[in-house]
Antibody, heavy 121, light 112 residues
């Protein structure tokens, strides 16, 4: 059964860099058609797609955050890392990683439980 | 403001039918990209509810259905149950700006 789990700091200071790790199991990011995405949700607000990385190394970023985001994968460790620079209090949110696969095309079909990140001095 | 527009809230009594709309534009839903729906129960991660406009993943009750027409899509829930009280989000792909994945603003369903 596919599972994903986000990990990282719960609190960062303004201007700091956030590094989040998504560790997954029961699928491989070297399998054709597979991807892992990051989505965030500020408290009481809507979902916002941030970035996705695919099995072939293709990466896509939200245009509004592209200059601050980097997504990488370590296939051998079954991990995807999201780096967000210059954190601001408005970046306070729950950050989710999610699986994209060929069974349900175009969707994020399996989600992690999320990691709450607060930005405050 | 979200690229896909949803009503902030809908409500219905147990057993009733409710619909949630998702309005996009010519660069997303209107460009024939699929619409997907997610259910987010309080305090939990979103769960895929409908994919490819009108398909249910295994395990999703047939009380949930989706449709799409033009630049809009809808989620319908029949035989409303208390456990359906949740936030619902539509999602699609947008071909502008080199291609991005977009979510709706979410709709809070209250079961009266």
């Amino acid at each position: 059964q596919i599972a994903l789990k986000e990990s990282g700091p719960t609190l960062v200071k303004p201007t700091q860099t956030l590094t989040l790790t998504c560790t997954f199991s029961e699928f491989s990011l070297s399998t054709s058609g597979v991807g892992v995405g990051w989505i965030r949700q500020p408290p009481g607000e809507a979902l916002e797609w941030l970035a996705v990385i695919f099995w072939n190394g293709d990466k896509r970023y939200s245009p509004s955050l592209k200059s601050r985001l980097t997504i990488t994968k370590d296939t051998s460790k079954n991990q995807v890392v999201l780096i967000m620079t210059n954190m601001d209090p408005v970046d306070t949110a729950t950050y989710y990683c999610a699986h994209r696969g060929p069974i349900y095309p175009g969707t994020f079909d399996i989600w992690g439980r999320g990691a709450m990140v607060s930005v405050s001095s | 403001q979200s690229v896909l527009m949803q009503p902030p809230s809908v409500s219905g009594a147990p057993g009733q039918r409710v619909t949630i709309s998702c309005t996009g534009s010519s660069s997303n839903i209107g460009a024939n990209y699929d619409v997907h729906w997610y259910q987010q129960l309080p305090g939990t991660a979103p769960k895929l509810l409908i994919y490819g406009n009108n398909n249910r993943p295994s395990g999703v009750p047939d009380r949930f259905s989706g449709s799409k027409s033009g630049t809009s899509a809808s989620l319908a829930i029949t035989g409303l149950q208390s456990e359906d009280e949740a936030d619902y989000y539509c999602q699609s792909y947008d071909s502008s700006l080199s291609g991005i994945w977009v979510f709706g603003g979410g709709t809070k369903l209250t079961v009266l």
